[in-house]
């Protein structure tokens, strides 16, 4: 059975088959999307803020939009993130009517890459999902209008969002937003992310998806994470939201590889369903609706979502537990089960979480050595299955070692409380994470609870047991690793080993197989690991991140490597090197090698005005380059503004990684004004620094000799920087 749920996972992990072009006009084609996506990257350049690229593909986007039907237009702004990373804007806006009282639905995605890579996939697929989904509706009618937004400057720190948030007519009647992003080049489609109080948005996802793949723990987890879309920017000013994106693939990631010819046609596909589905959907409700709490939700097989109001998790948590405790006092009262079994039972259940973790810990570790640097491996498969080996392996050790003492009954529903005890606390702490324990939990509960009262054969209970664990969990055995890379391994082997507890007293109970089993588990596991060692760590696939600089700073100008590899060494006299650069908080390592200085000019910072408490400064890429910075310090805080426009309070997600007193102020263009409001009269010392994107001809040996390292750009890339030091 768990056998058949595995199978079942992993035919649904690959994505539905793409739609052909000659679909019905009202359905979704991925065949017509990636025509689409084609047109839009043109010759695949990377396309930032700043660049003709850029400008290129904002022009074929507003070409496509009006191909099928629509009049868009361009809203420029300027905009600042919380940390004063500022660039000049064009949206592109377009809108679909609906009843003239109704809300408006924005329906979102970038159109922006990293300088590193074209971003086919972040976000040129959520472009090409979201005008295959505008061309879908075209012709129909909507309770509430829908407005398709596709922002700018996202990856420069959700700009284009910010933007759009200062400009009261464009998000005027707005009440809820579908975002479409990408992490990865290719697996399934996850609701990831909703806005907060989602009680009431819960079941219309629900009833819409068609293949879901979500839970209330993605949104949960995400929380706590410190990334952001341009949601975070919509769910700031209260508007309702759902998420989109997906992981497979994520070596691909802002680098050259997220080009068309990695895009995956069923992704486009499994993106596009959603979209098309939520829209219309979202299109024909009241969005005005509220609640004032969240739902708890999972979907099972990425066939059906359930859910129940989050208020209710904790009452369920204990329910399960008392039910689960009757059912124990009947047992002890009329078969041979001791509340000493159950305790020994209920330890185990722990020692095995702990087993799992520790065991997990050490391969990990020997996994990285063979490169610490690759927190995603090229070939991960035996890493994945190691740790689910070592979590199937260390549940079945632990039970056998105390099945003797605890007895088969006293195994089963000690484990059946630890379940409990976990739900009550994940209910407690983070709820919408507790599902993963209350419904195995309730499905031991029920199991013991029929044993006792009318005799139900235990075994079966715990073959249920393990069937409703496999269903919730196993998807995270599957996807952890593409989540968070190699550190995922300690939690796949946890994850297998809960799930192993619901079987292992079955196994442990079966002198003659017990100890074969956990052999065969474990010297596998380590046969996976040793092959983990022996694969090359980074291939053309898979390639290390490394960005290369000539960095001109007015004393030393020299060639800066994120790393150092042999190819470099030998091309240059590269060197490891480390720095304390004042304005931060921690040293910057890095290689370097010394650079022929190149006739190019410093950029400016030029005091316009000086007041007691108010300096104005133009900063100024003479070279024009792509982006200027001023990074400068004051003895007390400083108010900033840049070109007259104030930045956002800051967020919750990130941490400043500058020293006390430094701040920076970064803008993608050659030219700003920045005001700064002073507590008190002071000299400030800045730095001012412009960066171009790519490398200047002198160095193209080097950038060869990294890329015969198996190593690619990454989201910044490779580029010029020209700093010197000034005070104001």
């Excluded at 989904?133 to 700018?152: E, G, K, M, P």
């Excluded at 570790?365 to 994945?384: C, D, K, M, V």
């Excluded at 409703?468 to 082997?493: N, Q």
């Excluded at 100024?620 to 108010?639: E, K, N, Y």
Aim: hydrophobic share 50%; charged share 15%.
């Amino acid at each position: 059975m768990l056998a058949a749920i595995l199978a079942i996972l992993l035919i649904r992990v690959t994505g539905p088959s793409p739609v052909p072009a000659s679909a019905p006009s009202t359905d979704f084609s991925a065949e017509r999307a990636v025509a689409v996506l084609r047109d839009l990257l043109g010759d695949g350049s990377p396309h930032p803020v700043g660049t003709a690229a850029h400008d290129a593909v904002l022009q074929r986007l507003m070409a496509g939009f009006s191909a099928i039907g629509y009049q868009p237009r361009m809203v420029p702004g300027f905009a600042c993130t919380a940390d004063i990373s500022c660039a000049p804007v064009t949206n592109v806006v377009a809108d679909l009517p609906g009843d003239a009282r109704a809300e408006t639905l924005l329906v979102t995605a970038h159109y922006d890459s990293v300088p590193a890579g074209p971003g086919a996939s972040d976000d040129g697929v959520g472009v090409a999902a979201l005008l295959e989904t505008a061309r879908a509706v075209r012709s129909q009618h909507f309770r509430n209008s829908i407005r398709f937004l596709v922002t700018d400057g996202e990856e420069a720190g959700l700009l284009g969002a910010e933007a759009a948030a200062k400009n009261p007519e464009l998000l005027r009647g707005a009440a809820a937003v579908i975002n479409l992003e990408d992490r990865g080049t290719s697996g399934t489609s996850f609701l990831f992310e909703t806005s907060r109080h989602n009680r009431w948005l819960i079941p219309i996802v629900a009833q819409s998806l068609p293949r879901p793949a979500t839970s209330s723990l993605f949104y949960e987890v995400y929380e706590l994470l410190p990334n952001d879309t341009d949601l975070t920017v919509f769910k700031r000013l209260g508007l309702t939201g759902v998420n989109f994106a997906a992981i497979g693939h994520v070596a691909h990631y802002h680098t050259p590889l997220d080009n068309f010819t990695h895009v995956r046609p069923s992704l486009v596909q499994d993106h596009g369903d959603h979209a098309l589905a939520m829209t219309r959907a979202l299109a024909s409700s009241d969005l005005r609706q509220s609640t004032d709490d969240n739902a708890v939700f999972f979907d099972v097989l990425s066939m059906v979502t359930f859910w129940w109001p989050q208020r209710w998790t904790v009452p369920i948590a204990i329910g399960t537990l008392v039910l689960l405790l009757i059912g124990a006092v009947i047992r002890m009262r009329t078969a041979d089960v001791t509340s000493r079994g159950i305790l020994i039972g209920l330890l185990s259940f722990f020692a095995t979480l702990l087993l799992a973790a520790s065991v997990a810990a050490v391969a990990m570790w020997i996994i990285s050595l063979r490169s610490a640097a690759a927190i995603w491996a090229s070939q991960p498969g035996p890493s994945i299955a190691a740790a689910w080996l070592i979590g199937i392996a260390c549940a079945i050790t632990v039970a056998t070692l105390c099945i003797s003492r605890a007895g088969f009954d006293g195994l089963f529903i000690g484990h059946a409380v630890g379940w409990a005890a976990l739900g009550i606390a994940l209910a407690r702490f983070i709820p919408g994470v507790s599902y993963i324990a209350i419904v195995p939990a309730a499905a031991f509960a029920l199991g013991v609870t029929l044993s006792a009262v009318v005799g139900a054969d235990v075994a079966i209970g715990s073959i249920v047991c393990a069937a409703v664990a496999a269903l919730l969990h196993f998807p995270f055995g599957l996807f952890f690793y593409d989540a968070f890379g190699r550190p995922a391994i300690i939690a796949i082997a946890v994850v297998l080993a809960l799930v192993s507890t619901t079987f292992s007293p079955i196994v442990a109970a079966a002198a003659s197989v017990r100890r074969a089993a956990i052999n065969a588990t474990f010297v596998t596991a380590l046969v996976c690991v040793a092959m983990q060692l022996v694969i090359p760590p980074f291939t053309p696939e898979s390639p290390r991140r490394l960005n290369v600089r000539y960095v001109d700073d007015g004393h030393t100008v020299e060639w800066e490597a994120d790393a150092l590899t042999g190819g470099l060494r030998r091309t240059a006299p590269f060197r490891a090197k480390s720095v304390q650069l004042p304005w931060l908080l921690s040293k910057s390592s890095f290689a370097a090698a010394p650079a022929t200085p190149l006739p190019l000019p410093a950029p400016e910072a030029v005091v316009l005005s000086r007041e007691p408490r108010h300096v104005v400064v133009r900063v100024r890429s003479v070279r024009g380059a792509q982006r200027i910075s001023l990074t400068f310090h004051t003895s007390r805080a400083a108010t900033v503004r840049v070109n007259g426009i104030a930045p956002p309070a800051e967020g919750h997600r990130r941490r400043s990684v500058f020293a006390p007193g430094w701040r920076r102020v970064s803008i993608r263009a050659t030219e700003a004004t920045i005001d700064l409001y002073l507590q008190g009269d002071e000299t400030i010392d800045a730095y001012v620094s412009d960066y171009s994107y790519g490398l200047p001809p002198q160095g193209t040996a080097i950038a060869a000799a990294r890329n015969a390292s198996i190593a690619v750009p990454s989201d910044e890339g490779d580029g010029v920087l020209i700093m010197r030091r000034v005070r104001l």
